[in-house]
């Protein structure tokens, strides 16, 4: 008795598989496709190459003066020589270390928060919450513990963005949450207040906040009365985030369904406790994307304190390139300024991405 | 903005007209001695200036005149703390006495010297609009500029110049409008205008951002008058004069060849009356100005006459390469004059 012998399985046609078949299905599957395929390609020929040219082989990396920049390529000892000046502003050179302190402990201090086997997050999350930013402004500012003072008005660069952006973050959220909750609050009151507050801060401009802050609150303060210029931005854009927050989180606990307050209620939980520990982590959950990208607006809406003479990035770069030893940099320090705004921006892209995967609970649909 | 602008001027007048009457006289030295040093507007970054240098500090002949104000006050050129600001807040941080004095390209013109509540100290520079043109254009003055088109820097007063020269003059041009200044200084470079307007201390900026600076030139003509000077807060005339005499002090030490080199040597051996009591050896001329003897020794030793201040700052030795023009002395064919000192 002889078994039948199946032949091997033939091999995929080769019009099926690897490269040719990926190049065949996504960009030479139609006669358009081709076309539009041939036309990006044409396109990334004309841009990258002299980009490419441009920002590396042929740019200048070593030296200190504008005489040994090559006039076809990028001069980035524009970018070393200010470097310090874009990241701490005009914060003196020999006290910058407690500023990076400051960045250190926010580092070492949430790490915990990150770690899935520590278990008494809430407690260490509320205590450092409380205790860092105190710390942080005993650092930064100084005029205590033998450290020396050092003014808002000397704070600027990237460090100036990230202060204006965490506190902003900081403060707008907690805000935020409650003007929600006062917005579908049963209490007219109440409801009136929180629709007033943010249909008026989402009405205006935040450029025209902080233009009403800086230039003209001085001028009804009694003379010589002026208050920190920082604290006046920071304070306008709070107010100005947390409306937008609010909307946001609103529309998280719209999506929360009925049955899921009907059940808090029947548990006996009161209305503080039904908020927060039924509605709200489901509603903030849902709007972890609105959060992130008002957030991401946030941080780079700081560059628009440029307006009332804050030196953050973007006007440190413009200040410098107005150095007369350095004319005509000013394209390498946008340049630079952009890459640094891009790497934050998608950093909080991508973290908000995993934290969305981790507090997955199966409703995607 | 700009009608956010005009609203502004009005509220910022409408303040003012209330807040102008509180100055008392003398008010501002006492609180500058209280606080032992001059706080001074400055632009938030003008080239040959006031810009800040790679370590921070402040350098530019806008910030060169406070630093002579704070030798004269405190015999401490050192003694002064810089506000950047930018051309909308500057008045108000004057107005409300955030800053002591106002020292910021600022044009003066008799609206701001009479309806502001704020008053000029005098002109640290004679600016004015002029045209930055290619050699290759083969064009010797602005009169032969018919149909050129030009790039302008937004700002309202920019454009009317420019629109009014042209009418009176009967030509025709073509106009391009920038935000920036590296906008424009690029277009020019391209070829997408044939001259460049804008002040003709900022054109010299300008120029040195071109990959091929040689190749372009500043046309002769100036359309317009544009005197650059401090600004104090009106109604304290001690600090008026006293910010006024610290700019002519720098004027007349040039004028007497008295120079941060030699000054110390003039104020002993002099015998030229004139020196003798502009660095206090004779007579007390300090003293009704309510400063000490030798203010003019220590503005001349720390910052310098105005000469050397010009030169250090926009002078043939920088980058900028300006010449000293209308800003010469007014014995040299410049229009800078200085009362004396007696």
């Known amino acids: 008795m002889t078994t039948h012998q199946f032949k091997p399985d033939l091999p995929p046609p080769v019009a099926t598989v690897g490269v040719y078949a990926w190049l065949r299905a996504n960009l030479f599957s139609s006669v358009p496709n081709t076309l539009l395929t041939l036309v990006a390609l044409y396109l990334i020929w004309l841009i990258v190459p002299p980009l490419l040219s441009w920002a590396i082989f042929q740019a200048t990396w070593l030296g200190d003066s504008r005489e040994q920049c090559t006039p076809s390529g990028a001069c980035w000892l524009f970018i070393e020589q200010r470097f310090g000046q874009f990241m701490y502003g005009y914060y003196p050179p020999e006290l910058r270390w407690r500023v990076d302190l400051t960045v250190l402990l926010a580092v070492v201090g949430a790490a915990p928060l990150f770690v899935a086997r520590f278990t008494h997050k809430l407690r260490y999350g509320i205590a450092f919450l409380v205790l860092y930013p105190i710390l942080a402004y005993c650092l930064l500012s100084g005029g205590m513990l033998g450290l020396e003072h050092v003014p808002t008005t000397q704070w600027g660069g990237l460090m100036l963005n990230l202060i204006l952006a965490t506190v902003g973050i900081a403060g707008a959220l907690p805000l935020g949450i409650l003007l929600a909750l006062g917005r579908r609050s049963k209490l007219p009151a109440v409801r009136v207040v929180c629709v007033t507050f943010i249909e008026f801060w989402r009405g205006v401009p935040l450029i025209t906040v902080l233009f009403m802050a800086s230039v003209m609150l001085p001028l009804f303060l009694p003379e010589g009365m002026s208050f920190d210029k920082m604290l006046r931005a920071l304070i306008g854009i709070i107010l100005f985030e947390s409306a937008y927050v609010a909307e946001v989180v609103r529309g998280g606990m719209q999506a929360i369904p009925k049955g899921q307050y009907e059940a808090a209620a029947a548990m006996a939980l009161g209305y503080w406790r039904s908020m927060f520990l039924v509605v709200l982590p489901q509603a903030l959950k849902l709007v972890i994307p609105g959060l992130v990208n008002t957030f991401i607006a946030l941080f780079k809406d700081t560059s628009l304190v440029y307006i009332v003479g804050l030196f953050e990035l973007l006007n440190s770069v413009k200040q410098a390139s107005a150095d007369p030893k350095w004319l005509g940099m000013a394209t390498e320090g946008y340049v630079f300024a952009a890459l640094v705004f891009w790497i934050f921006c998608f950093g909080m892209s991508r973290y908000s991405m995993h934290l969305e995967r981790k507090l997955d609970t199966g409703h995607k649909r | ?342």
């Open chain 2, 1 to 342: 903005m700009k009608m956010l602008k005009s609203t502004l001027a009005v509220l910022t007048t409408a303040a003012v007209f209330g807040a102008s009457g509180f100055a008392q006289a003398g008010a501002t030295l006492d609180a500058v001695n209280k606080k032992g040093f001059v706080q001074c507007g400055v632009s938030d970054g003008l080239p040959g200036f006031s810009v800040p240098d790679a370590s921070g500090k402040i350098v530019g002949i806008d910030a060169d005149v406070c630093r002579a104000v704070a030798a004269a006050v405190f015999g401490d050129a050192s003694k002064v703390k810089f506000s950047q600001l930018n051309a909308k807040e500057r008045f108000t941080a004057l107005q409300s006495g955030e800053i002591d004095v106002l020292s910021r390209n600022t044009t003066w013109t008799s609206s701001r010297d009479a309806g502001m509540g704020l008053i000029f100290a005098g002109v640290t520079y004679y600016d004015g609009q002029g045209f930055l043109a290619s050699k290759k254009l083969g064009v010797k003055s602005a009169k032969e500029l018919d149909g050129a088109t030009i790039c302008i820097q937004a700002g309202t007063t920019t454009e009317l110049n420019v629109s009014d020269y042209f009418r009176a003059n009967g030509l025709k041009y073509t106009p391009i409008t920038f935000e920036t200044s590296d906008e424009s200084a690029k277009s020019l470079e391209s070829g997408r205008c044939d001259v460049l307007t804008s002040d003709k201390s900022q054109l010299f900026a300008q120029r040195s951002k071109l990959a091929n600076p040689g190749d372009y030139e500043v046309l002769p003509e100036t359309i317009s008058k544009e005197p650059l000077g401090p600004v104090v807060r009106k109604g304290d005339d001690e600090w008026l004069n006293i910010v006024k005499w610290s700019l002519f002090a720098m004027l007349d030490a040039e004028e007497a060849g008295v120079t941060s080199k030699n000054v110390e040597d003039m104020a002993k051996n002099s015998t030229n009356p004139d020196v003798r009591r502009m660095l206090g050896t004779d007579g007390e001329f300090g003293k009704d100005l309510q400063l000490r003897k030798d203010w003019i020794v220590q503005i001349v030793k720390q910052v310098g006459n105005y000469g050397e201040m010009f030169e250090r700052n926009l002078g043939a030795g920088t980058t900028l390469k300006i010449t000293r023009g209308q800003n010469a002395l007014w014995n040299q064919g410049g229009l800078q004059y200085a009362p004396p000192v007696r």
